[in-house]
């Protein structure tokens, strides 16, 4: 039975058309247009939890370099007022009026303990954070050379023998004691070999996957090593690296915060330092909230950061994305 196209109003060549068979055309797929990093914040972003702590890590950062810019924040502003010295939160209140700098008290010499706290992150954050993108950088990109090229891992292997069996903490506080405790002497001590366990770590990721088959043929055509290891190897453990990149930034607060302790810290106010100078309230009937309160700010610091960029890390991996 043949069907009647005259229905149509239309002749058989207007309704139907040639369509060539092209090779070139049949081997296109025909998918959504997929993108790395949308993808990894989409992943990010679903579980919403990462929305309020990444919500809590931007409330920090912008109090810790904002806030600090629009107040008149003097560590010894009320140092002959005895009475302005260690007080409570209510005891502040009282005496000043309602005021958020007076929320957390007051300090041994009368300063704002809340003020200080802000101040102190400011500088212990900016610490964190150059150190950090110091030791990544150096780490990362050394750390995909190591693994890729057996030159240098038989020069590299010997110095991380060397150096690993000094304990970190040593060589930091030898550093701080030698040199002027000031914010580029931290700086200075914190990355002099802080790289070295982030390339060593990388270096034994880059051994697992430089002899996979994509490598293998890059190398075969030519492809210079560092080309290799940049462009085929580092992208593949973007997930790995955000993870450790997790690990670094509230360690150096946690070093900061740690050397200070012991008395070899910054003389400027750090959170480190706070906690430093209010060990003896810490034991003091009533002075209690001038040493909790920098490290509970502490505390929350670099818990906040490290829960943002371990997450970030998982939402990096891209078997996550299904």
């Not at 057996?150 to 930091?172: C, E, F, R, T």
Request: charge should be neutral; include cysteine.
């Amino acid at each position: 039975m043949e069907f009647d196209y005259s229905q149509f109003g239309l002749s058989t060549e207007e309704l139907f058309s040639h369509v060539d068979n092209n090779d070139l055309e049949s081997e296109k797929i025909t998918a959504p247009r997929y993108s790395y990093w949308k993808s990894v914040f989409r992943v990010f972003f679903r579980n919403k939890f990462n929305i309020v702590i990444l919500t809590l890590l931007a409330f920090v950062i912008l109090m810790s370099y904002l806030y600090p810019a629009f107040t008149d924040y003097d560590r010894f502003g009320s140092l002959l007022d005895m009475e302005a010295k260690h007080l409570t939160p209510a005891a502040a209140i009282e005496k000043f009026g309602f005021h958020i700098k007076y929320i957390f008290g007051t300090g041994g010499a009368g300063e704002s303990t809340f003020d200080a706290i802000w101040y102190g992150a400011q500088i212990s954050l900016s610490l964190a954070f150059i150190c950090a993108a110091i030791n990544m950088t150096i780490g990362v990109v050394l750390g995909a050379l190591w693994g890729f090229s057996k030159k240098v891992d038989s020069v590299m292997i010997v110095i991380y023998n060397i150096v690993a069996n000094v304990p970190y903490i040593l060589l930091l506080s030898v550093l701080v004691m030698l040199f002027r405790a000031t914010f580029w002497t931290m700086v200075f001590a914190m990355t002099l070999t802080g790289w070295l366990g982030i390339a060593y770590s990388l270096r034994v990721q880059v051994i697992i996957i430089r002899d996979r088959e994509y490598n293998l043929a890059s190398r075969c055509l030519g492809t210079s090593t560092v080309k290799i290891a940049m462009k085929n190897i580092l992208p593949f453990m973007t997930s790995i690296i955000v993870t450790m990149l997790a690990a670094e930034v509230p360690g150096y607060i946690s070093y900061e915060v740690f050397l200070s302790f012991l008395g070899l810290g910054m003389n400027d106010i750090t959170l480190g330092k706070l906690i430093y100078l209010a060990q003896n309230a810490m034991v003091t009937p009533g002075w209690g909230w001038e040493f909790w309160c920098p490290v509970f700010v502490a505390s929350i610091i670099t818990i906040v950061l490290y829960l943002v960029g371990q997450n970030l890390g998982d939402a990096s991996d891209p078997r996550t994305h299904m």
